[in-house]
């Protein structure tokens, strides 16, 4: 399983949301399987976006095209911080 992690500040979180949800079929399609989206308790404005990918080559060929690129823009992302990972384990107590 392969995740990314996504931390990154938002100019309006109802805004950003809007173009998130549109993207949902590019995620998919790019090979996005599940994810999580967060906030920090204190800035509701600062998004963390959890994902699962079929792979960490198809992820980064998502996140860095040009066409993502211009899509954060659109959405108002400040500075975004990619995280590539790899399960080690998984459980549940």
Do not use: C
């Not at 860095?64 to 211009?70: A, F, H, Q």
């Amino acid at each position: 399983m392969e995740h990314v992690l996504i931390i990154h500040e938002v100019e309006d979180y109802e805004a950003w949301k809007k173009i998130f949800d549109a993207a949902a079929s590019i995620r998919k399609n790019a090979g996005e399987q599940r994810y999580q989206v967060l906030k920090l308790a204190n800035n509701p404005n600062k998004i963390v976006h959890f994902s699962e990918w079929t792979s960490i080559s198809a992820a980064k060929a998502f996140f860095e095209s040009d066409k993502l690129i211009e899509i954060r823009k659109q959405a108002g992302v400040k500075a975004p911080d990619f995280l590539y990972l790899e399960l080690l384990e998984a459980g549940v107590l």
